[in-house]
């Protein structure tokens, strides 16, 4: 199994405590249905490989349980599912920045009527 030795780091290793205790060791994510589930894992969402000037900022970090925090990586491609981009699309309208181009709402086609 892969692990990332980032994760072991003493500087993440106090950051993730002091996350997990701000969200009250609760889902965040499940929290804003009115639902109460223990957190075990901090999300960092925008991912860290791909944004590593956002890996320490406690923005960017939520407290989620093992099963929310899959719902949010493809565990294929490790990419953001769809309900992984939309937390990533509301904490960017939340802290004002762009949302990266990758990661903006897909325009629907307009619907052409076939009427002549």
């Not at 900022?57 to 989620?64: A, D, G, H, K, R």
Request: net charge positive.
């Amino acid at each position: 199994m892969y692990t990332d030795k980032w994760y072991d780091s003493p500087k993440w290793l106090r950051l993730r405590a002091k996350i997990l205790r701000r969200d009250n060791y609760l889902d965040q994510e499940a929290r804003r249905f009115g639902k109460i589930k223990p957190a075990e894992i901090v999300h960092h969402i925008f991912p860290k490989d791909d944004y590593p000037q956002y890996a320490y900022e406690p923005w960017n970090l939520i407290s989620v349980s093992r099963m929310t925090h899959n719902s949010f990586h493809d565990r294929e491609t490790d990419e953001l599912t769809e309900k992984g981009m939309d937390l990533l699309r509301r904490t960017c309208r939340k802290q004002r920045i762009p949302i990266p181009q990758r990661y903006q709402e897909k325009k629907h086609a307009k619907r052409r009527d076939n009427y002549y």
